[in-house]
């Protein structure tokens, strides 16, 4: 777990806000809570490290907390996509509901739903479905403009970039990604 041990423990006292949890969010908010109760048993969030500082001048003593820094992912993981849905692409919409990006397309008589989670999944998809996505802008409510714009704005940069499952040994960001690799 990346977070200090302070923020998961007032994670689990937050309260919605007035909104009520999702019916997909109430199993996580259980477990918060469970873990706040049983001293956080299977999470293992971050406790500082108490740092002792005597002042030579003043022989006053001072406590700094320090904290690690958080172990992050390197790649992220990306699931295989159905490649070619630009041929009968219907149209896509976020979901508040899934909270994800969902493709509809056409595949002979048969209609068929891409279910996007993370906007980086689209990196899977083939230059003229991300070309479509780009092309054909993404549908949602109001409410939830500011989660189905980034989606949007991922499809706008691969398209402008050419970021896409064909061409990513060639884009400067699988270069970095090599990069990073080999200096961990």
Same mark, same amino acid.
């Given at each position: 777990?990346?977070?200090?041990?302070?923020?998961?423990?007032?994670?689990?006292?937050?309260?919605? $806000?007035? +909104?009520?949890?999702?019916?997909?969010?109430?199993?996580?908010?259980?477990?918060?809570?469970?873990?706040?109760?049983?001293?956080?048993?299977?999470?293992?969030?971050?406790?500082?490290?108490?740092?002792?500082?005597?002042?030579?001048?003043?022989?006053?003593?001072? !406590? !700094? $907390?320090?904290?690690?820094?958080?172990?992050?992912?390197?790649?992220?993981?990306?699931?295989?996509?159905?490649?070619?849905?630009?041929?009968?692409?219907?149209?896509?919409? +976020?979901?508040?509901?899934?909270?994800?990006?969902?493709?509809? +397309?056409?595949?002979?008589?048969?209609?068929?739903?891409?279910?996007?989670?993370?906007?980086?999944?689209?990196?899977?998809?083939?230059?003229?479905?991300?070309?479509?996505?780009?092309?054909?802008?993404?549908?949602?409510?109001?409410?939830?403009?500011?989660?189905?714009?980034?989606?949007?704005?991922?499809?706008? !940069?691969?398209?402008?970039?050419?970021?896409?499952?064909?061409?990513?040994?060639?884009?400067?960001?699988?270069?970095?990604?090599?990069?990073?690799?080999?200096?961990?």
């Amino acid at each position: 777990m990346s977070l200090p041990w302070w923020d998961v423990d007032e994670l689990s006292k937050v309260r919605t $806000l007035g +909104y009520p949890v999702r019916k997909n969010d109430a199993a996580m908010w259980g477990l918060i809570k469970f873990e706040s109760l049983k001293n956080l048993k299977h999470w293992k969030p971050h406790y500082p490290k108490k740092v002792r500082r005597v002042n030579p001048e003043t022989s006053d003593v001072e !406590i !700094i $907390l320090n904290v690690k820094k958080p172990k992050t992912m390197m790649n992220i993981p990306v699931p295989k996509m159905e490649q070619e849905f630009y041929k009968g692409f219907m149209g896509w919409v +976020y979901s508040c509901i899934s909270t994800e990006a969902v493709i509809t +397309y056409r595949a002979g008589k048969e209609v068929r739903e891409i279910f996007v989670y993370d906007p980086m999944w689209l990196v899977n998809c083939s230059a003229k479905d991300i070309e479509c996505l780009f092309v054909i802008k993404i549908r949602f409510q109001s409410e939830d403009r500011e989660q189905a714009m980034q989606f949007q704005k991922v499809a706008t !940069i691969f398209f402008q970039k050419g970021v896409n499952s064909e061409s990513k040994c060639n884009s400067k960001w699988w270069s970095l990604e090599e990069k990073g690799r080999l200096k961990a």
